[in-house]
């Protein structure tokens, strides 16, 4: 069976969710080849053979965190020249589009970014990507090369299908470019214990019906008793109620939740560029005319004010 290389995403060799996505859609096309990179990876190869991981190919060494993407690409082109795999995934997140293209280009593939879903095909697997704002749903392969593709977040489940996971040491020779961009300082975002929203199962979003920051506590009340991400409309990030981290939008963030539950929000065309991949959609909006309803899978036409809090204290009673 032909191998699949998989970019792992780690801090400190807790593995990330994404990343165990990837191994689901990667044992669809091949057998997954692990590539965990920089402090720590030696620690995800439990993790990843547990769930399908066949080989945990493992390099760790000061360029990985001195220097920007380059080095972890000198190492991601090291082991795809060792395996020779029938196709790399990478996580969807800014860094792993930035390892996915560099490699694409090195490699002189096609790429494919931001893949929903993802299959195998007769001439390669087949990916499914969401284009122009979600109006159409696209499948795609690359007819060039071995395909490169980056995958969103929440687009396959996590399933538990322990492999041997053996570990090997990646040999790495970094080049000319790899510490070519320092890294000056990293300043940890504050944390807010909430999951991080493009990776959050369920999301909650609030807009310019919140009618101000004072008020966006309902929002977060009620992501809370879910275990959600927060989200804002660009109307409430623009009037200052919430953080640009939390915009879903065009011009935000992109997600694809299992849930998403918009609050306030009328559902324009570029905020709903950012959630139409959503499993599940539901809206809390007072005017059963809003755009937003011709998408939800449920809607509530109400007062937020009332019916927000009225779902959290049930949420919080079961
Ligand atoms: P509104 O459109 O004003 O809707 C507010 C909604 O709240 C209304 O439907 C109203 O009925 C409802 N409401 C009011 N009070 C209550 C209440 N008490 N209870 C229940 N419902 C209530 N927008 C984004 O979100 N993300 C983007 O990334 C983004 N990028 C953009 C990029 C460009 C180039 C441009 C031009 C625009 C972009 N926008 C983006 C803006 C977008 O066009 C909309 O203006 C914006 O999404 C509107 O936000 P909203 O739905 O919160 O506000």
Not at 203 to 213: F, I, K, M, P
Not at 239 to 262: C, D, E, R
Request: net charge negative; glycine share 10%.
């Amino acid at each position: 069976m032909a191998e699949v290389l998989v970019y792992v995403d780690h801090v400190d060799g807790a593995v990330r969710k994404p990343t165990l996505e990837l191994l689901t859609l990667a044992r669809r096309i091949g057998e997954p080849v692990a590539v965990a990179l920089g402090a720590g990876a030696e620690n995800t190869a439990a993790v990843l053979a547990e769930h399908g991981a066949v080989k945990v190919l493992t390099a760790d060494a000061p360029e990985f965190a001195e220097y920007l993407v380059v080095p972890k690409v000198d190492a991601l082109q090291a082991a795809y020249e060792a395996v020779s795999p029938a196709a790399v995934l990478v996580p969807s997140s800014a860094e792993g589009k930035e390892v996915a293209a560099r490699l694409a280009v090195r490699i002189g593939s096609g790429i494919i970014t931001d893949a929903t879903d993802l299959e195998a095909g007769d001439e390669g697997p087949v990916a499914t990507q969401s284009a122009f704002a979600a109006s159409f749903t696209t499948k795609s392969r690359v007819s060039k090369g071995t395909p490169v593709i980056t995958v969103k977040p929440n687009s396959a489940p996590v399933e538990a299908a322990p492999a041997a996971g053996t570990v090997e040491a990646l040999s790495v020779t970094f080049g000319a470019l790899a510490t070519g961009t320092k890294v000056v300082s990293r300043t940890p975002r504050e944390s807010t214990g909430r999951p991080e929203l493009t990776e959050a199962a369920i999301v909650v979003s609030g807009g310019r019906g919140v009618n101000g920051a004072e008020n966006f506590h309902l929002i977060e009340d009620l992501a809370d008793s879910l275990g959600a991400a927060v989200g804002a409309s660009r109307a409430a990030v623009d009037a200052g109620w919430y953080p640009h981290t939390n915009q879903v939008g065009q011009t935000g963030k992109s997600v694809s939740p299992q849930l998403y539950i918009a609050s306030g929000i009328s559902g324009a065309i570029q905020h709903r560029a950012g959630m139409q991949t959503s499993k599940t959609i539901v809206a809390i909006n007072k005017d059963a005319e809003a755009p937003i309803f011709d998408l939800v899978d449920y809607g509530v036409v109400g007062d937020l004010f009332t019916v927000v809090p009225q779902l959290t204290d049930e949420i919080k009673a079961r």
